[in-house]
């Protein structure tokens, strides 16, 4: 591999975990080692206990039964040790876009393809990206360790612990097309309002059979929704009228 000669051996340490019948099957502790030209920081997948931690409540139970928290929390960890707590998540962020390509999910996961492969590939999307290097270490374990599969769940349950850290409030808008920055921000001020977060984040995610309009989801799991898209205000008319389902001429 050509990214052999920049060979830096750093041991990384993977716990095994106590079995359940919700979690996989333990392993003895693992060393290796990838191809960088850094050091990286010691990475630790912790074993979770279901015990309720400061701030932590049912969310953190739900995490202590996911293969997923574990390594979203392993990252967070060294983010938190290494004072780039933001710079991970943003990095987070890029990391959910390129996994969002069906191709790219079925490449990391094809188990007839060499781990070599994909490990150059990793490569590629830190030059491309920018990525920290903890964060291309990250990428390299979960290859390594046949686990690249639950980079979505990661990304989800990363995000969780984030925005606990940060007291930040993640609020989806979904809308026809992507709405303009200050619209964006006028609806970030009316959920920090709302929920009395510090910050608020927002995803803008895009629908085109909400018409017209948009909706946001925010509040733990996206329980609280506000929707203001001309689709349901048409099935809420349809509804009245008894007519059914309401047809758009195109």
């Known amino acids: 591999m050509a990214a052999a000669a920049a060979l830096q051996q750093t041991p990384i340490t993977f716990q095994s975990r106590s079995p359940s019948s919700t979690q996989l099957r333990s392993r003895p502790s693992v060393k290796f080692s990838f191809c960088t030209g850094v050091k990286f920081p ?23 039964e996911s293969a997923a928290g574990s390594y979203a929390l392993a990252l967070s960890d060294v983010a938190k040790s290494n004072n780039t707590l933001e710079q991970t998540s943003a990095d987070i962020e890029k990391l959910e876009k390129f996994f969002s390509n069906p191709d790219v999910v079925q490449f990391f996961t094809n188990p007839t393809i060499d781990d070599e492969k994909k490990i150059a590939i990793v490569d590629e999307i830190a030059k491309s990206s920018s990525l920290q290097p903890h964060v291309i270490n990250f990428l390299n374990i979960l290859v390594d360790m046949k686990r690249i599969e639950l980079i979505k769940e990661i990304v989800k349950e990363f995000e969780v612990i984030y925005n606990k850290l940060t007291d930040t409030e993640l609020a989806i808008v979904t809308s026809v097309v992507n709405l303009e920055s200050q619209h964006l921000s006028q609806i970030a001020k009316e959920v920090q309002k709302l929920t009395g977060a510090k910050n608020v984040r927002i995803k803008n995610v895009i629908d085109p059979s909400l ?23 048409l099935e809420e008319i349809a509804a009245q009228l008894e007519i059914g389902d309401i047809q758009l001429a195109a």
């Open 42 to 64: 010691k990475l630790t997948i912790k074993p979770l206990l279901r015990r309720n931690r400061s701030g932590g409540g049912a969310s953190g139970a739900r995490m202590a």
């Open 211 to 233: 018409v017209a309009g948009f909706t946001i989801r925010y509040g733990s799991s996206g329980s609280k929704l506000i929707d203001m898209s001309v689709k349901t205000q």
